[in-house]
T-cell receptor, first 112, second 114 residues
Framework: GEDVEQSLFLSVREGDSSVINCTYT??????LYWYKQEPGAGLQLLTY?????DMKQDQRLTVLLNKKDKHLSLRIADTQTGDSAIYFC????????????FGRGTSLIVHP | DTGVSQDPRHKITKRGQNVTFRCDPI?????LYWYRQTLGQGPEFLTY????????KSRLLSDRFSAERPKGSFSTLEIQRTEQGDSAMYLC????????????FGPGTRLTVT
């Protein structure tokens, strides 16, 4: 089955850019998602990219996809303390159930 | 639209007891998903419904787990004879279905089995 890997922790200074990386194994993955989870809360869908795209930008968020290397990244520009959370990469396939496989999450800590 | 809601938010139970959780999806969302999340892990798929039909179940869903969505609106997840290993956050998500894949998650129910 699909395997999704993420580094567990990232620490950045407020105002810097954060880059969270993710690798996956199934080359047939069609949808690639980034979710944010704050303490004690459910997951919030931040953005997603289709496998036929290389990049997607949405305000402070930039998603880059290297399909050849099966590598996905999420860049957060001008990181704020409110961005501190766990970020999950998830990948899924089109057709049928759209059930994504999630990584273990990257804990982003933003310090002043 | 108030989003996906789950009840209760927290549940503490003794081993061997039965528990039931409820999920109310976003109205008009045809698909409803249940996930389990343990500490330090991402959500793991348990089961999903298209309207009232349960279309897929994970091998994680043992015989002690049962889920229903009787009228295609809210759903319940029941765990019988709870075990300490069942302690986790149980997340519900919904999506429009029909090719619309984005899933919207509820706040989760945190289960602690003592």
């Amino acid at each position: 089955g699909e395997d999704v890997e993420q580094s567990l922790f990232l620490s950045v200074r407020e105002g810097d850019s954060s880059v969270i990386n993710c690798t996956y194994t199934d080359s047939s993955s069609t949808y690639l998602y980034w979710y944010k989870q704050e303490p004690g809360a459910g997951l919030q869908l931040l953005t997603y990219i289709f496998s036929n795209m290389d990049m997607k930008q949405d305000q402070r968020l930039t998603v880059l996809l290297n399909k050849k290397d099966k590598h996905l990244s999420l860049r957060i520009a001008d990181t704020q303390t409110g961005d501190s959370a766990i970020y999950f990469c998830a990948v899924g396939q089109s057709g049928g159930s759209y059930i994504p496989t999630f990584g273990r999450g990257t804990s982003l800590i933003v310090h002043p | 639209d108030t989003g996906v809601s789950q009840d209760p938010r927290h549940k503490i139970t003794k081993r061997g007891q039965n528990v039931t959780f409820r999920c109310d999806p976003i109205s008009e969302h045809n698909r409803l998903y249940w996930y389990r999340q343990t500490l330090g892990q991402g959500p793991e798929f348990l089961t999903y419904f298209q309207n009232e039909a349960q279309l897929e179940k994970s091998r994680l869903l043992s015989d002690r787990f049962s889920a229903e969505r009787p009228k295609g609106s809210f759903s319940t997840l029941e765990i019988q004879r709870t075990e300490q290993g069942d302690s986790a956050m149980y997340l519900c998500a919904s999506s429009l279905g029909a090719g619309i894949h984005e899933q919207y998650f509820g706040p989760g129910t945190r289960l602690t089995v003592t």
